[in-house]
Each structure stands twice: as C-alpha cells, then as structure tokens.
C-alpha cells in the first residue's frame, strides 16, 4: 500500500485548530450537521422503517385484519430503539476524529473487563451467558466489542504506519488486539459475533498492507485446522448446525422435524414470494409462524414471500449502495485512523448482510445474525447506528489530520 501523502502526517505540525478536541462551537456543529450526506442518512432510515413495516406484518391476523400474539408490539419496539440510535448516529457523526482515536483505547480496555465480568458474573438468557447486568440495566458487551476493536485497530495502525513502520511483527500485534476479545466471546458462546470480530479486524489487517503469500499461508492453515475446529472447538449444537448446513447441500433430505426445519421453511417462504410476491400482510409462511425466528435473524423471508424476488433485490441493493459508499468514504481519507475505521465499520455491517442473507438462503449454516436495521433486536440496532455514525464522522472530517493521541 502506497504511503505517499502521509509522510510528517502525524507530527502535528497544526496544533492550533480545535478538529481533534471534543469541543466545538455552535457554528462548526451547523455546518457539520449540514454538509452530512442526507440522501444516504434517508436510505439508513427507509431500511429501519421498512424493518417496522415487516415485523408489524409478522402479528398481523389476515382474519381479524388486527396484529395479536406476542410479537404484536416488536414493531413500535424497533421504532423506538430506531428513533434513539437515530439520535445517538447524528451526534457521533458530528465527533471529530480525535474524539474516536482517544478513546479506542479506554474502550477496548472497558470491553475487555466487560467481556470478563461476563465469564464469571454474566447472567444466562436462552441457554447463552452473554449479558451482564449493572444496576437496572443489562448490558451485552460482545456488541461493544465490534465497535472497539475496530477503533482500537485503526488507532494502533496509525501509530504504526504514519511512522513508516512495515514490519509482520505489526501484523501479529494487531492479531492479537482481535484474538483477546473474540475468545472470550466465542467462549460464551457466540459465534456469530465471533466472527464478525474477526471478519472486520482481518479486513483492516489486510488493508493495511498484509503480504497476500501471508494471507495464503493462513488461508491454507485455516483449511487445514477445519477438521480440529469441528470436532474439538465447536460445541455440540453449533456441529449440529455445520451438519445441516452440509445436509442441505449435498441434497440429503430431513424430516420436517429435525434441525433443519428452520432453514426449510426459510426456503419454501422465500419460494413462495416468487417474482413479486404475495402483496404486504398476505404472507402464509410469515402470519402462520411458520418460520422460526422470523422476527430477528429470518426476517428477510418475510420481505422475499411479501415482496419477492423484485423487493429483495431492491432491498439489497440499498444495503449494496450504503456499503460502496461507506467503502468509498474511507478511501477518501487523508489520514490512516479515519480510513481504518471506516473500513472497519463498514465491514462489520457487511458482514452482518452477506452472513445473513448466505444463511437464511442456506449457503451457510444457521448462527445468530441479524439483518442490519430490519431484525428485531437493540444491541444489534445499537452497534449498527454506532458503526454509521463511525462512517458518517469519517466523511464529515475527511480532511481532518490527527496524531496517534487524537490531538493536531
């Protein structure tokens, strides 16, 4: 990766302007709350309420023509949780850069003691210690983990290469700022969230430079370690989930009572929409609850029996557009923090859509991932809004030059 543009980058030769402070006057504020890109923020928020639109549909009684049932009010819920994360994503996106860069390491610190209060004072929710609770409230720091890794990694390389520092020793320490937080959550388990981890911190590894023999090397070692993975690390239901996964692809067929039934039904609901669906609130598959799960990480079979080929493929095209152009934003930065960031935050969502969409389709196995604004959920809605904000402060403060501490 070319370093050219950067050199003296961080030196701070311009100490004197207010970019990488927290403060900021009122004029900056209205400036920057203007010069955001409100055409992507619309799109953010068309997908969020497209997702209320479809867990309303999820309760709704064809019959009655009421929404009843345990899920009747998911949808205000998910307005909610929208509305506050809505919020809290404009106030970020107004941080300046040195803001995130100074606290990267006070949060993957935080994280970590988190992660640990999880392992030895977490509470159990459906058969998974993943929560801890402070107080009135209950935390799930794995979804603070994406968010701090990210920033941490983005802070560590720009200390690293605005120094003109290439060596693989930086690579290996950069491994492991992802490998500490990802074990203990993996131990909690959770897999999904593991390897989102590690999915958005390998791709800021690799765009910062990564010999690809070095990435071969791994690939073939990642390979090669599957069988030991599966029969060693895996838990039992989580090799229970690979053997469906498996089962599906060579054709094997299950009784609708086995593992499987999930992702078959997944399958005849998405079948069922054909081109262009069965119309809003006429979903068979969705009203009948036919489809577990349908509310959080199955919430795509809905749109595709509602809505069909044609209204899947728009909706993924919109997620498609939002990732170009967070791809895009961070390949404008002139400084390697906002640039690192960026990529990291918009890999995390990536992966959320690419994961979820592989497994509800069944080109991958099942594991809890939901569909970024559009699955029933807060800590996901939270760690998404939080990632665009990331995106948008990049954007806004693109031309912005902070050190390694975050000062000018």
Request: glycine fraction near 12%; proline fraction near 3%.
């Amino acid at each position: 990766m070319s370093r050219e543009g950067y050199t003296g980058y961080a030196r701070g030769e311009a100490r004197n302007t207010t970019a990488g402070t927290l403060s900021f006057d009122s004029r900056n504020t209205f400036g920057g709350f203007t010069r955001l890109p409100w055409g992507v923020i619309l799109l953010i928020a068309a997908v969020a309420l497209t997702g209320a639109a479809m867990l309303y549909s999820t309760a709704h009684d064809p019959l009655l023509g009421v929404t009843s049932g345990p899920e009747a009010d998911l949808w205000r819920a998910h307005l909610s949780r929208f509305g506050a994360s809505f919020v809290l994503m404009i106030v970020l996106a107004l941080m300046p850069l040195g803001f995130w860069v100074r606290i990267a390491y006070p949060a993957y610190l935080a994280t970590i003691v988190l992660l640990l209060m999880v392992e030895f004072l977490g509470v159990v929710r459906g058969g998974a210690q993943r929560w801890v609770e402070i107080g009135p409230v209950a935390l799930q720091p794995s979804e603070f983990a994406k968010i701090a890794v990210t920033l941490t990694l983005a802070r560590y390389y720009q200390a690293w290469l605005s120094d003109g520092a290439e060596n693989f020793l930086i690579h290996l320490g950069a491994l492991g700022i992802i490998l500490v937080p990802a074990s203990l959550v993996f131990v909690q388990p959770d897999l999904g969230t593991t390897l989102a981890l590690v999915a958005a911190g390998l791709a800021i590894i690799f765009f910062a430079g990564l010999s690809m023999r070095i990435i071969g090397a791994v690939m073939v070692a990642g390979i090669l370690a599957v069988p030991a993975i599966y029969y060693f690390v895996l838990e039992a239901y989580q090799r229970e989930r690979v053997d469906t996964f498996l089962a599906g692809l060579t054709g094997t067929t299950t009784n609708g009572l086995s593992e499987s039934y999930q992702i078959e039904q997944a399958k005849i609901a998405i079948g069922a929409g054909g081109l262009d669906g069965r119309g809003y609130l006429q979903g068979i598959q969705s009203q009948q609850d036919y489809v577990p799960e349908q509310h959080t990480d199955f919430i795509l079979t809905i749109i595709a029996e509602e809505f069909g080929f044609i209204g899947s493929f728009v909706l993924l095209s919109v997620f498609g557009f939002l990732l170009a152009w967070s791809f895009y934003t961070a390949f404008q930065v002139k400084g390697w923090f906002g640039r690192f960031a960026a990529i990291g935050a918009a890999s995390t969502i990536a992966f959320y859509v690419i994961f979820n969409v592989a497994m509800v389709i069944g080109l991958l196995p099942v594991v809890g991932m939901p569909l970024p604004l559009l699955s029933y959920g807060g800590t996901a809605m939270l760690t998404v809004m939080t990632c665009f904000g990331l995106i948008l402060s990049v954007y806004l403060h693109r031309d912005e030059k902070v050190t390694a501490t975050g000062l000018i």
